[in-house]
């Protein structure tokens, strides 16, 4: 290879480079049809070596640069041999380095005397990508899925044929056809910085290429290192700030092993329930503070062992015992209620309704709930529902201070005699016992202690206990109007 670099020739490589990706930039703009790329220019395009590294790029708006490089080498790594002249490869998997679901990459490998010597490629913001609703900002999601469509590196085109297989089952998926037009852009403007590194390749030659190429790598590095020189020696901060998601409620001082379920009070204090190690009730006040502490044992329950859930009625806080009466623990106030009265029913928060639910048909996901007179027992309405999936254990039954009746059940799919896909499923019943609403919810934790992590306040908002690493969060979902 010829090392001797030639200073004006490495000028005209540099400038070359730019020429390129800024063609491919006005190649997207004057070909998309969205306004997000052809006026807004939320699109990236860049040049990049055989083996990913960024020669050059024009990025349009700076929130995209640099979003190309560390992907094409995940796409390198990741076909590995399988990478051939004529290729298109689309991504935008957050999950292997993508960096938002709408930003939709275009990858194209250039070959030269047969050997891959760079990459073009463009990301664009599509105003769409499927998921839950259209255009991609899904603020009541709780996972990816409910976002977009996840496309990891996937070829539409292989050796310059399409492939309309995968290209139809990416589209079958997004709402709007524009979308279509806009990514054959990101094809074509990809095509045009191939054309063009291919005649810079053909004057100079690939040793000439590869020679300069890494000189211009190194001017690059000495250029850092003499910006990071002029800071003067000595300790820097910063910090930053992470905006409220609408969900995370906070984190309560407990370590994931004692609890083992949930209840919220009106005025916004929070329950948790650890039956095993300490067996006992521990009240936090509306900032997460330990306000109280309330043993379990006493009256008709014997041990910490024999609870089986924890519910919050307007009276006060009830334990199950043994999945058959509540015991009362304490008062609509937090004070202990040493006559330990029990009742028979799971109480809705109106004050006027016991609620009881069971499994009618475990395989097929049928569910019995029923509510009846709290004053009387004279039963108000009786349903059976059927949720998506093989019940595994129900893990909610609650009411709010409307009346509305709410159920949550853990299900999954079977496949091959065994469960997969486990979610959490929750059902809004109105007052008459019809379901109006469902919410999806994640996996429940795999710890098996903690068998009710869920929880619905007055007006019907759904919490729940999420442990990890550093202890027990407490989570907010609310139904969609």
Known sequence: MNTKIDPILLSVYARTFKSITDEMSISMEQTTRSPILCEAKDYVTGLYDGDGNMLEQTENLPILAFSLAPVCKYIKEYFGDEIYPGDVIFHNDVFSLGNQNND???????????????????????????????????PNAVEVWQEALRIPPVKVVERGKLRKDVWNLIFANVRLDIVQHDMKAEMGACTVGERRLLELLKKYGVASYESHKQALFEATRKMMEAEIAKIPNGKYSGEGYVYYDGRFVGSLPLPNEAAQDLATASDGRVAVLDRLGDPSLTLFDAAGRPARTVPLVGGPISEG????????????????REHRELVRLTDARGE???????????????????????????????????AAA???????????VTLDGVILHLVLLDGDRHGRVYLGAVAGSELGGAITEPRTLVVRFDRAGVPVATLRLPAPP???????????????????????????????YTFPD
């Open 104 to 138: 939709v990459a275009a990858f194209k490998p250039v070959f030269f005397e047969d050997k891959l010597v760079a990459w073009t490629a463009v990301k664009g913001h599509q105003a769409d990508i499927g998921g839950n609703v259209a255009g991609g900002y899904n």
């Open 305 to 320: 062992g024999a609870v089986t859930g924890l519910f919050a009625a307007s009276d006060g806080l009830y334990v199950e």
């Open 336 to 370: 202990p209620d040493p006559s330990r009265t029990t009742l028979w029913g799971r109480p809705g928060r109106d004050g006027a309704t016991l609620l009881r639910a069971s499994i009618a048909d475990r395989p097929r996901g049928m569910v019995t709930v029923s």
């Open 374 to 384: 709290r004053a009387t027992g004279a039963m108000d309405w009786s349903r059976t």
């Open 446 to 476: 795999e710890a098996d202690e903690l068998f009710r992590p869920l929880a619905i306040d007055d007006e019907g908002h759904v919490f729940a206990l999420s442990p990890g690493a550093d202890g027990l969060s407490l989570v907010e």
